[in-house]
Nanobody, 110 residues
């Protein structure tokens, strides 16, 4: 499996971004996938997770603001991020079955 993230960038506080994670491999539709993030000087933390059947769970800090979804036909997972805060600034990674993408930088300016 190979994963490629995109969609990061610089946004003002209160703004929105949508991250994408494109996966290769026919197992995509069966596997749980997740978004993690790592801010400078901090440990990598789980942001959101989605199972193969679409069940989701979120970190408390993003619940109500972020939405994880997947399109199995396109082998792609998404993270819609709304009402962004400066503390959301981090490198965001997608992961499935122990494989990690290269990460995409999200910077939220105050």
């Amino acid at each position: 499996v190979q994963l490629v993230e995109s969609g990061g960038g610089l946004v003002q506080a209160g703004g929105s971004l949508r991250l994408s994670c494109a996966a290769s491999g026919s197992i995509f539709s069966l596997a749980a996938m997740a978004w993690y993030r790592q801010a400078p000087g901090k440990q990598r933390e789980l942001v959101a997770r989605i199972t193969g059947d679409g069940s989701t769970n979120y970190a408390g800090s993003v619940k109500g603001r972020f939405t994880i979804s997947r399109d199995n036909a396109k082998d792609t997972m998404y993270l819609q991020m709304n009402s962004l805060k400066p503390e959301d600034t981090a490198v965001y990674y997608c992961t499935v079955l122990g494989t990690w993408g290269q990460g995409t930088q999200v910077t939220v300016a105050s």
